[in-house]
């Protein structure tokens, strides 16, 4: 029996993307995951006839009918109480059923997550160069909320934002899913300081300090965001802080965050992040070829600040890793 991709069984919505609530059901996560729920929606020509029918229907198209009848007999999918359930089962609207989708094989990110700070509130990571913070497309298990879920042992622990996949550094986890909303919000309101750092070309003519504001659109299913004419929704602060040779080491300021901000800001300004596969050119790793990981984009998320709205303490975390162009010393 072949694996079959998240999003392709599941439908739109079907990873943790999605508008679909995650499974507080009667299955528990697999390797980080949750099981998908499906609610039984209103039949009134009676389509379907049975429980089997609709799933064959809803279903059938994207992994076959065979594939979802053998589920059913095998048990994958299950009633609020935990039973498994029949495809000849009478078909009843609004009931919930719960299954685990099978994922392709991915490839092992070879990096550890670290962990900057832990409370029973709230969990600060360090997330490797190449790892997703959640699951997307053909990056579901191998996703930092997936392992830190499975390493922690911390089922419910959702993230209250989220950092590129090729950008390493600080992201903040929420370990109590009631609490969750009051983090989102501050990143939704701009009121979390961020510092990040990245390695890239010093260009002795391009004057910095300097704040960049420009209109950065990204479409669906195109890989790089670019810039255009009109009004701006994007801001950065850029600052060289130190030089070597011919690289710099820049701290940069985000006011806002749009997708892949500081990259197309530093490509406009015509001094590119190192390794870097999207800006200025789109290279074959961007569009699905094998992972070099000997070539991490050089961007880091250093610094998080903001008022805990849980506690009302101060918070201020600093990541402890480093840019590999740009070691110590």
């Known amino acids: 029996m072949g694996l079959f991709c ?5 439908g739109k919505g079907a990873g943790m993307r999605g508008r679909r609530k995650a499974s507080v ?9 949750d099981a998908v729920r499906v609610r039984l929606p209103e039949d009134p020509g009676g389509v379907w006839g049975n429980v089997g029918g609709y ?3 809803r279903f059938g198209g994207a992994i076959g009918a065979e594939r979802v009848r053998a589920m059913l007999d095998a048990g994958r999918f299950v009633g609020a109480e ?3 359930v029949r495809g000849g089962e009478p078909y009843v609207a609004g009931r919930s059923i719960w299954f685990h989708r099978d994922f392709a094989a ?17 969990v600060v990571a360090d997330k490797p160069h190449f790892l997703a913070t959640t699951p997307r497309g053909r990056h579901i298990t191998e996703t930092a909320v997936a392992r830190l879920r499975r390493e922690l042992g911390v089922p419910a622990l959702q993230p209250a934002h989220r950092l590129d996949r090729l950008t390493a550094g600080l992201v903040l986890f929420v370990v109590r899913p009631q609490e969750r909303g ?3 919000t501050l990143f939704r309101d701009r009121l979390v300081s961020k510092e990040y750092e990245a390695v890239a070309p010093y260009d002795p003519e391009l004057s910095l300090p300097r704040t960049v ?5 990204k479409e669906r299913g195109v890989l790089a965001a670019r810039e255009e004419p009109g009004e701006a929704n994007s801001e950065s602060r850029l600052e ?13 300021l985000p006011a806002t965050g749009r997708t892949h901000q500081l990259r197309v800001h530093m490509k406009a300004l015509g001094v590119p992040i190192v390794h870097d596969p999207l800006y200025p050119v789109v290279e074959p790793a961007a569009e699905g070829a094998v992972e070099d990981f000997s070539r991490p984009l050089q961007l880091l998320a250093r610094r998080l600040e903001f008022t805990d709205p849980v506690s009302g303490e101060p918070r201020r975390f600093v990541s402890g890793l480093r840019l590999s162009a740009w070691p110590e010393g």
């Open 25 to 33: 059901g009667p299955l528990p996560q697999r390797d980080g995951i």
């Open 240 to 252: 060289l802080a130190e030089r070597r040779g011919g690289l710099g080491r820049y701290r940069l």
């Open 6 to 10: 998240v999003t392709g069984f599941g």
């Open 82 to 84: 935990g039973g498994a």
């Open 182 to 184: 009051a983090y989102q």
């Open 106 to 122: 991915e490839e092992p990110v070879p990096f550890p997550i670290g962990i900057v700070y832990r409370d029973a509130h709230l």
């Open 55 to 57: 799933l064959v229907a």
């Open 213 to 217: 504001r420009s209109r950065i659109v």
